[in-house]
Structure formats: structure tokens, C-alpha cells
């Protein structure tokens, strides 16, 4: 057997005891973590824990695996968001396919998940709408997907939204950019895929009643032409240039995409604006959260963490009447307010959100009840109160893994061939 792994080796050297020879279907419960299957997928695929890291095993054929491992850890070193895939194992024995590691997406959920959850905060629309941004972000870096479906992306909560992973790239191809014929081939494999995958949940009875299954996937096309369009047009503007350009990066931000280069072409009083989007964006709350105070959460996690940061500093400031360093800033704000509500989550109902996440729900239940109480409850009752009456009530899907909680450890003895 042959394995090719990308560095850390450390990483990789933990799974060496797993089984490997033998067929995935057929490895032992002992060595799997506790993730059922969960999702209609064509290849066998089982999850393993080590040293509180889950990852995926795909078995599929040498050349598939080969591609999707290259082009995973191609989109994974441009910034794409993508599952971060580890390595593979070929040379198998007796002629088995090859099984492709990636490291599992902690907190992501299903689409499947997202339509049964009753905090029914993210609606179907919402999720084809993140799913058709992802669409955007590949073309936008000349990437055909070629299976762009619910079930090929995970999807991750973000301060009230989602946002979507690429977990399945085995169909994709990656052009220096795409041509109109096949971003349009892509978005109709899109609107196929995603009609029967909601037609599937209808059946199932998870779709809401108001939603209409065809409708919705139909919809992707517009919504598509709108973005595209909106993140590559050229604006003619007149008279007031400046302001034109601003007005324009203004409208891309608000999409939660970055300006990467502006090209303005004058001739008179007209000018032409060409905008070139950054397609490692958009996270610009996310990078400035991570300046201020090392944490690494989700963008719209960030911009209401940097709101909530913000606010604290103008505080401090205003009660010590003394300007802070934003890195002093940062730093008091995670100690002083970030993580004792962090800390504060009871052990049993760790692993259900991200804590950025949790964070956020936070400050949305703190309004929330500050508006029954007529005034500001603080952040510590807030949390209290969420804690006994929100977070222990939200489902997940049965038997995701929570780090550190409900873990299999293999032992030396478990993977010994
Ligand atoms: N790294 C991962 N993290 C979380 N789930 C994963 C990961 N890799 C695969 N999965 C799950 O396995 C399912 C099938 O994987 P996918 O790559 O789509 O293979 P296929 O569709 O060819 O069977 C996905 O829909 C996803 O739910
Ligand atoms: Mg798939």
C-alpha cells in the first residue's frame, strides 16, 4: 500500500494504524467514529477520530481520488472554501479502489439537517442563495464544478446565515477562467441537481409548505445572472467618478465579496469602471476579527463580534478617558468579554455550535430579553438564560461528533492489522 500525504506528516501518521487493507464497508465500529450515515453519497464513506480530529474516508478509484485530492488542496491554497483534504491511500490490496482523507468540517451540517432543524433560522431560500455564491466564487476563479448540488456542499451557521463548503470535487475542472457556455452548462447541472434533492425532501415531508421544490431550484438561474452580473459588469458613470467607484465597491461589499483592482477608463466627461473581484474574499470582518484578537470564526460571526468588540472598546475608552491600541483592544475584549461566556457553556452542550456561534445567539437572546425587561440585562444573564432555555433545547443531527465529547478514540490495539 502506498500512501501520499501533505505535510504535517504528524498529522497523517496517526491514521496509519486504521485497516487499510481492508474493504471500508467492513471496518470494525471500533475504529469509526460515531457518524451515521447520514447522507446519500455514492461511495462508501466512514469517519474516523484521532487526537479529537475527525476525519472522512472516501473510497473511490485511483485516478478520481488522485484528481480530487490535487484539486482540493489546489482550492484549499487559493483560498476556496473546500473540506481540507490530508492524503491518500493507493495500492491497495486485491485490486481495491483508493480511499481519499479529508479532515471532517467541524460544525458543518447537511442541507437535509438545516430543512428538519425547528430553530428553522435559515430558510431554503437562504440556502440555495449561499449555494449560488459558492457557484459564483468557483466561476469567478475558473472552476467548472460539474455537481454543484445541496449534498456537495456542507454548510456551516453563520451568525444567522449559512455558509457553504465544498465537500464533493471529483466532477471539477480547472480553466484559467470559464466561458459563458460552461458556467451556463454548470448552473443547469445546479438546477437539476438541486429540483430533485428538494423534491426528495418534500417527499420526506422536510420541505415547509410554503416553499415550492421546482420553483425554488428554478430560481437559481436568476439569482446566478444577478450575482454574476453584479460582481462583473462594467458601470458607465459620469461627471462624479469618485463617487461612482465608491458607490460601486460599496455594492460588492454589501454582497460580502472584496475588490481585488479597479480599472478606470476615461474619455470626457464619461468614464468606464471595471471592477476585478477578489475571489478569496469575502471575508474582510473575518481577517480584521482575527487581527484584533486571534480568533478564527465564520464572516457574518465576525461582523457581529467585531460589532460587540467595538462597543466594548468605546466603553473602556470612554470610562478611562484613554485612547486603547486596537491590539490592547482586542485582547481585553477576548478576556474580558468573549471568553468567560465561552467557558460559561455547560459541559453537556458543548460541541452543538461553534462557540462564535453561540457568542452570536448570545447577544441576539440578550436583546432579545432586554427588550421584555425594558432595559439592558447584561451579557452574563443573557448567557445564563440562553444556556438553560435555547442551546439545550436545539437538536443536532443525531450522533454528530462533538469534539472532545462523544469521540471514539482509536487505540494502538484498535487499528493493528
Ligand atoms: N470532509 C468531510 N466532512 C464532512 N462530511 C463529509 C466529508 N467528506 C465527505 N462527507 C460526507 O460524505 C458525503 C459523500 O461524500 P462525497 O464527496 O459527496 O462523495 P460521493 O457523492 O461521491 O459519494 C458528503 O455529502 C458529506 O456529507
Ligand atoms: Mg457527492
Not at 487499510?20 to 469509526?32: E, N, S
Not at 466594548?312 to 486603547?324: F, M, P, T, V
Request: glycine content about 8%.
Amino acid at each position: 500500500m502506498r500512501f501520499v500525504f501533505r505535510p504535517p506528516a504528524t498529522e497523517a501518521a496517526g491514521l496509519l494504524a486504521l485497516p487499510w487493507d481492508r474493504p471500508l464497508a467492513t471496518w470494525p465500529d471500533d475504529v469509526l467514529a460515531d457518524v451515521p450515515q447520514r447522507r446519500i453519497s455514492r461511495h462508501v464513506v466512514r469517519y474516523v477520530a484521532l487526537e479529537g480530529t475527525i476525519y472522512a474516508l472516501k473510497e473511490i478509484v485511483e485516478p478520481l481520488a488522485r484528481k480530487e485530492y490535487a484539486l482540493l488542496a489546489d482550492f484549499g491554497a487559493d483560498g476556496l472554501p473546500t473540506v481540507g483534504v490530508l492524503g491518500i491511500c493507493v495500492d491497495r490490496p486485491g485490486d481495491q479502489p483508493a480511499i481519499l482523507i479529508t479532515r471532517y468540517l467541524d460544525y458543518s451540517v447537511s442541507y437535509r439537517h438545516l430543512f428538519s432543524t425547528p430553530r428553522g433560522d435559515v430558510s431554503a431560500e437562504q440556502l440555495i442563495d449561499t449555494l449560488v455564491a459558492l457557484l459564483v466564487r468557483l466561476h469567478l476563479d475558473g472552476v467548472f464544478w460539474g455537481d454543484c448540488s445541496l449534498s456537495n456542499a456542507l454548510f456551516l451557521p453563520d451568525a444567522g446565515t449559512v455558509a457553504a463548503y465544498v465537500v464533493d470535487a471529483q466532477t471539477a475542472e480547472r480553466h484559467a477562467s470559464l466561458s459563458p457556455d460552461q458556467r451556463l452548462r454548470d448552473v443547469d447541472i445546479a438546477i437539476g441537481r438541486v429540483a430533485a434533492e428538494l423534491l426528495d425532501l418534500e417527499a420526506a415531508g422536510l420541505l415547509p409548505a410554503d416553499v415550492d421544490a421546482v420553483q425554488l431550484a428554478v430560481g437559481i438561474r436568476p439569482k446566478y445572472d444577478a450575482l454574476w452580473t453584479e460582481l462583473t459588469r462594467e458601470e458607465v458613470v459620469l461627471d462624479d467618478h469618485a463617487s461612482g467607484v465608491t458607490g460601486r465597491v460599496q455594492r460588492l461589499s454589501d454582497l460580502g465579496f472584496d475588490v481585488q483592482e479597479i480599472e478606470l477608463v476615461t474619455s470626457g466627461a464619461q468614464a468606464v469602471v471595471r471592477v476585478r473581484t477578489q475571489v478569496a474574499g469575502p471575508d474582510a470582518h473575518r481577517r480584521e476579527l482575527f487581527r484584533l484578537s486571534g480568533l478564527e470564526v465564520q464572516e457574518n460571526q465576525a461582523r457581529r463580534l467585531l460589532d460587540d468588540l467595538r462597543g466594548y472598546r468605546a466603553w473602556l475608552e470612554q470610562r478611562d478617558g484613554a485612547e486603547l491600541p486596537d491590539m490592547v483592544a482586542g485582547h481585553r475584549w477576548v478576556a474580558e468579554v468573549y471568553q468567560p461566556v465561552v467557558d460559561a457553556i455547560p459541559a453537556h452542550l458543548l460541541g452543538r455550535l461553534a462557540p462564535a456561534e453561540v457568542f452570536h445567539e448570545i447577544l441576539e437572546h440578550r436583546w432579545f430579553l432586554s427588550e421584555i425587561e425594558g432595559e439592558d440585562v447584561g451579557t452574563t444573564t443573557a448567557a445564563r438564560s440562553y444556556f438553560d432555555t435555547v442551546l439545550g433545547e436545539t437538536t443536532r443531527e443525531p450522533g454528530v461528533p462533538s469534539i472532545g465529547s462523544r469521540l471514539k478514540q482509536p487505540t494502538a490495539a484498535d487499528g493493528c492489522r
